[in-house]
C-alpha cells in the first residue's frame, strides 16, 4: 500500500470489497466516484493525493506515468484507502448507493414518461426499493421531484396535498402503501382523499428518514389498511354501462333524488369483471375472518378546505363465516361506498362549492375495525374526533390553539354524528376536567348512555344501553371509563374493580384523562400535524389496549368570523327578539329578511314518527324556495339528529341556504340541545358560512320573544300552497313585512359569551 496509507492493511476487507463491487460492473466508475467523496468528507485522502501517490508509485516500479496507467492505480488506490478506513456496514451503505441512484435514474424516467402504466412505475419503483434502504439517501433536491410524481399518481394530484406531502412521504413509503393496494390492471387510479389523509398524518408523526419521536412511536398507530383505489370504481362504471351517470350531477335536485332510488336498484344488480371478484375473493382469504369497516375515500373526500362530512357511505361488515357469503357482504359493501357517489348530499354540496366539473372518483379505504372482541360485539375501549383548535368556549378559561376532543366509549359513529339523547365527553385540552355541568345530576344527564358497536352474529352496527355491557366489560374499561354515584357525588374508582363492584355508573372518561397518557399525547399530536398542515386539523381516532389508532385526518374549516364583535347597546326592548349565552364563534350576521321557525312545542306534539319525518321534508322544500333571500333557520333541539324526537331530520342539502341555524331549547319540555362542535354536522355549518346558535329561553336573565314567531303572519302558503297542512308546526316570518321594514340582524360575541338577535333597519339605510 502506499506510504500515505497509516493504518494496517485488512486485506480481507479489501478483498471483499472487491467482490461486491464487481458483482454490479456497470457501477463500479460511480462506487469509486462515491468512495472518493466519501474520502475527502473525512479528510483522509482527496482525489489530487491519490493521483500524486499513484505517480510516486509508479515512478518507484519503473513505470512510464502514462495516463491510463495513472488512473488504474488511483483508482485502486481510492479503494484501498476505502477499504482501509471504512466499515463493513459502511461500505455496503457506500455500494448500495450506487445502486440506488442507477435504479433511481430509471425510476425517475419512468414516472415522467407520459402515458406511462401504473404498472410500469411499480415495477421500476420496486427495483429501486428492493436495495436496502440504508443510511445514505438520494440526493433531497433529486428525489423531490420524483416523490411529487408518485405522490399524483397514486395517492393525489391536489396541489395543497402535494405540497405537504411531498416533505413527509417517501419514496419507499408509497412503495410499501402500494403493498397494500389493490387495483385494476385496465383503469388507473388514486386511493382518494380519506385514505390520503390517514397516510400523511401517519408519516408526519412517524417519518421514515428523520428523527422520531417515542412517545408517538410507542402509542401511535394506524389501523391494518388496504386500498382499493378508483380505478375499480371506474372499471365497475365501464362494464356496467354505466357511463350515464356521469351526467347525473348537472340534473335538478328533484332529479337527483328522484333518479337515485333507481341507481340503488342497478347497482344492487350490477356487477364487477371476472377477475376484480376474485381479487377481492383472495384479499379476503388474507385478511381472514376480521371484521372491517369500508370508508368512502373519494379524490376530493378531505380536500384542502372540503372535507365532505359524512357525505358518503361507510360500511361495517362482521367478515365472518364461509368465504363466499363473505365475499357476497364484501361486494354489497363496496357497491354501497360507490353507489354513494351519485347521492344527492355529495353532488349539492360540490354544487355549492364549485367543484361539480371535477370529475369524482370514489375509492374504498377498508380497514380492520380497531377493538377487543367482547360477547357477541367489537368496539374499541374509547374512540372519538379531535380538534386543533377549540370551536367551542363555555368559559374564558379555554384556550382555543389548545384544541378539544369529543370521546365516547365504544366506536367514534357516536362522537361525529348527532344522535339522540346521549351525550359525548367534551375535553378542553387547556383545561381537560372542565366541565359545562356543575354538579353529578347534570353530569348523568349529558353523559353517554348508549355505546356503538358491531355485532359479529348479525353483521350490523347497534347502539347497546352501557349498562348492558357492564358485567361483560375488561376491568381496565370500567377503571378508565367509569365513575360511580354515591349520595349525590360522583367518584372515580381508585383501584380496578369487577363490574359488580360498581354502583351507579356513569361514563366520564375521568381515570382516563387523569392516568392515561392520551391527554398529552393528543395535545402533541393536534400541535405535530396544525405546524405540519399549516393550518387547523380534525383527526378521527380510536384507543384501545394502551394505543391511539389513527383513522382520518383532515383540514379544519374555522368560522371566519371576525376578530372583535361589539354588542349594540341602547336597542329597545320591543326590537329584541333573543338573547343567548352559548357562542361558538365571533359572528355579525345582517339583513335577515325570512325566518323559517319549527314550533319547538309544536314539533314535540307530533303524534308519529311519519308526521315528524315530514317536517324535515318542509324545512328541504322551504330552504330551496327561499335561495337567494336571507333567511334564518329556528328549530328545536339538534337539527340533524339521528332521533327524529329530539331535533329536525335534516341533512346539509336540506339547510345549505339558510345564513344562521338556530337550536332552541325549552327546558321545561325536557330537551335540551348539544350545539354541533365537534360534529361532521358543525363542519358543514362551517364550510357553507352558517352560523350555529344555541338558545335556550328558560335561562335566567335571557330574553326569547316567542311571539314573534307564533304571531306573526305566516307565509307558508305564499311561499307553497302545498305546504299549507303543516303551518301549525312550520311558520315562515317576512321579517320586514312585520317590522315597519326592519330587518332581523344577529351578533355572536365569544369573549363576552353573549349574542343578541334584534330587528334593525338594513345597515345601508341606517344614519
Known sequence: MAAGTHRKMDPVLAYRLYQKMTAYPQLVKEMRFIFLSALERRGIADGERLRRE??????????????GRVEEYRDALIDLYFANYFDEREIEDHINLARKQDRFRNLNRVVNTEGVTSLKIKKALKEFCEIPQGDLFINPD???????????????????????????????????????SYWNPRRPGK?????????????????????????FQRYVRIPESYYFNSGIFSDFIDYNNFHHFHSQKYKTREAIEEEYKNISQLFEGASFPPDMIEMFREFLRKVGEHPLILRSSSLLEDNFGYAFSRKYDSVFIANQGP???????????????????????????????????????MSVLVQKVVGRKIGNYIFPMAAGVAFSQ?????????????????LVFGLGTRAVDRVGSDY????????????????????????????????LETGRLESVPFQELMPDLPKEYIFEACSMEESGHLSVPLVMVRPGDVKNPCVTFDNFIRKSPFIGLIKKILRSLEDAYGRPIDMEFAWDQGKLYLLQCRTLSMPEGVEVVELPEDIPEEHVIFTNNRILSNSITRDIEYVVYVDPKAYANLGSYEEKLRIGSVVSQLNRKLAGKRYGL????????????????????DINRTCILAEIAFEKDGVAPEVSSGTHFFNDLIEASIVPIAIYPDETGLLFKEEFFLE?????????????????????????????????????????????????????NQS
Open 323 to 361: 368465504i363466499e357469503d363473505r365475499l357476497d357482504s364484501f361486494i354489497r359493501g363496496l357497491k354501497r361506498v360507490h353507489m354513494s357517489t351519485y347521492g344527492p348530499a355529495p353532488i349539492l354540496y360540490r354544487k355549492d362549492h364549485d367543484l361539480l366539473d371535477f370529475d369524482e372518483r
Open 191 to 215: 386511493i382518494g382523499g380519506k385514505a390520503a389523509g390517514m397516510f400523511l398524518a401517519y408519516r408526519i408523526l412517524l417519518p421514515r428518514l428523520s428523527r422520531k419521536d417515542p412517545e
Open 634 to 653: 329556528f328549530g328545536p333541539g339538534r337539527w340533524g339528529s339521528n332521533d327524529i324526537n329530539l331535533g329536525v331530520r335534516v341533512g346539509y342539502e
Open 142 to 180: 433529486e428525489a423531490e421531484g420524483v416523490r411529487v410524481a408518485l405522490i399524483s399518481h397514486f395517492i393525489s394530484n391536489q396541489l395543497p396535498f402535494l405540497g405537504v406531502g411531498k416533505r413527509f412521504i417517501t419514496i419507499r413509503d408509497v412503495d410499501e402503501m402500494l403493498e397494500c
Open 712 to 764: 306573526s303572519p305566516n307565509k307558508l302558503t305564499a311561499l307553497s300552497k302545498e305546504l299549507a297542512p303543516y303551518g301549525d308546526v312550520v311558520r315562515v316570518v317576512h321579517v320586514p313585512g312585520c317590522c315597519g321594514g326592519r330587518f332581523l340582524h344577529i351578533y355572536q360575541d365569544v369573549r363576552s359569551q353573549k349574542g343578541i338577535g334584534f330587528v334593525e333597519f338594513p345597515e345601508k
Open 390 to 406: 377549540n370551536p367551542f368556549r363555555w368559559s374564558p378559561r379555554i384556550r382555543k390553539e389548545d384544541g378539544v376532543v369529543r
Open 54 to 67: 499513484a505517480l510516486e508509485t509508479l515512478e518507484e516500479k519503473g513505470i512510464l506515468p502514462e495516463e
Open 424 to 455: 359525548p365527553r367534551m375535553i378542553p385540552l387547556s383545561h381537560p376536567l372542565l366541565r359545562p355541568e356543575v354538579d353529578a345530576a347534570q353530569i348523568r344527564k349529558y353523559s353517554q348512555r348508549l355505546v356503538d358497536l358491531l355485532n
